[in-house]
């Protein structure tokens, strides 16, 4: 049980980390072209577009954080994996239980 907990709490984590990484990514890029742009058209120094991507990824970070601190969006998504896996396990069990030897053969997935 407690690998079980593990796991889900590495997927978990993981998971939204990964996504909080992607947004806050893709909202900086946004951000440092329109500096790129505003830099090169207006003549300001370069360095400014490295400070407004570096300022951007860490608004959005503290944003992120908080929106999933208040949401609980983290404590939701390893909720949706326990329960997926407790569902996975009772399906194999129904699979074993109900199918016969050939029928559960063709319905489980490889192993790779």
């Not at 440092?32 to 490295?50: D, Y």
């Not at 570096?54 to 329960?83: F, M, P, W």
């Not at 069990?93 to 192993?111: A, C, I, Q, S």
Request: proline share 4%.
């Amino acid at each position: 049980m407690s690998s079980e907990r593990d796991l889900v709490n590495f997927l978990g984590d993981f998971s939204m980390d990964v996504a909080k990484a992607v947004i806050a990514g893709g909202v900086a890029t946004a951000i440092g072209s329109l500096a790129s742009f505003a830099c090169v058209s207006f003549g300001f120094p370069v360095i400014l577009v490295g400070g407004a991507i570096l300022l951007t990824g860490i608004v959005c970070t503290v944003v992120l954080n908080e929106i999933d601190a208040q949401c609980h969006l983290s404590e939701k998504l390893k909720y949706a994996i326990r329960d997926g896996l407790k569902r996975q396990q009772e399906l194999d069990k129904w699979k074993r239980e109900n199918m016969t030897p050939f029928m559960y053969v063709l319905n489980t997935p490889p192993v790779i």
